[in-house]
């Protein structure tokens, strides 16, 4: 069975750009969670989505923002990116929100 | 919120088994104690969780204590690759939707 898959791996943004990256869940696993991990603020929750529903939202501004397909695939989008948004960014799936599943990560640089 | 404290990091020895621990005083009842790690660059992996029995899989066993107020996660024969970070972490219900809440987590070496 396949794990998760983010994509892409690796990329580098200029500030004032926007990024959209993509995640493509565990087949079967209609829950798919963001996350945004720096070495100064540890895994921090972005938000969650269900059947193409955000049910659960972490403290990020608006320039954040994410979405799910029917196929459970999900996207999510930084708009206006600024310096300090260089991070790994993390998506990770599950059947109904309990254990979650870790993709190997996004990692965005912006200069 | 439920929080966890570990130390900052351990070592241990290879072959040797790893017990890490984790406090998690304020937890409630219906809280799941979560352990997952991180290897350098990589996505966090699952290892596995428990409510109040203890649990054993085919990577570590883990022991909460009679009061929920601590646990440790055990390695039994640690290799070189499971030099990682371990976070122990709890699972928060909210509106029937579940929230993992991360500590900074315990940066295990283990050396030859």
């Known amino acids: 069975k396949a794990g998760v898959t983010q994509t892409p791996r690796y990329l580098i943004k200029t500030r004032g750009q926007q990024v959209t990256l993509s995640c493509s869940p565990i087949?079967?696993?209609?829950?798919v969670s963001w996350y945004q991990q720096t070495p100064g603020q540890g895994l921090q929750f972005l938000f969650e989505?269900?059947?193409?529903?955000?049910?659960n939202k972490g403290n990020f501004p608006g320039r954040f923002s994410g979405r799910q397909f029917s196929n459970s695939r999900s996207e999510m989008n930084v708009s206006t990116l600024e310096l300090g948004d260089s991070a790994l960014y993390l998506c990770?799936?599950?059947?109904?929100?309990?254990?979650?599943?870790f993709g190997e990560g996004s990692w965005l640089t912006v200069v | 919120d439920a929080k966890t404290t570990q130390p900052t990091s351990m070592d241990c020895a290879e072959g040797r088994a790893a017990n890490l621990p984790c406090n998690h005083s304020?937890?409630?009842?219906?809280?799941?104690v979560y352990w997952y790690r991180q290897i350098h660059s990589q996505g966090p992996q699952y290892i596995i969780h428990?409510?109040?029995?203890?649990e054993t899989n085919e990577m570590a066993s883990l022991i909460i204590t009679e009061d929920r107020k601590s646990s440790t996660l055990i390695l039994p024969h640690a290799t070189l690759r499971d030099t990682a970070v371990y976070y122990c972490?709890?699972?928060?219900?909210?509106?029937?939707?579940?929230?993992?809440?991360w500590g900074a987590g315990t940066k295990l070496i283990i050396k030859p």
């Open positions: 990770a799936s599950s059947l109904s929100g309990n254990t979650i599943y």
């Open positions: 087949s079967g696993h209609r829950s």
């Open positions: 989505y269900f059947s193409e529903t955000q049910r």
């Open positions: 304020t937890i409630s009842g219906n809280e799941y």
């Open positions: 428990g409510l109040k029995n203890n």
């Open positions: 972490i709890v699972r928060v219900d909210r509106d029937s939707n579940y929230q993992l809440i």
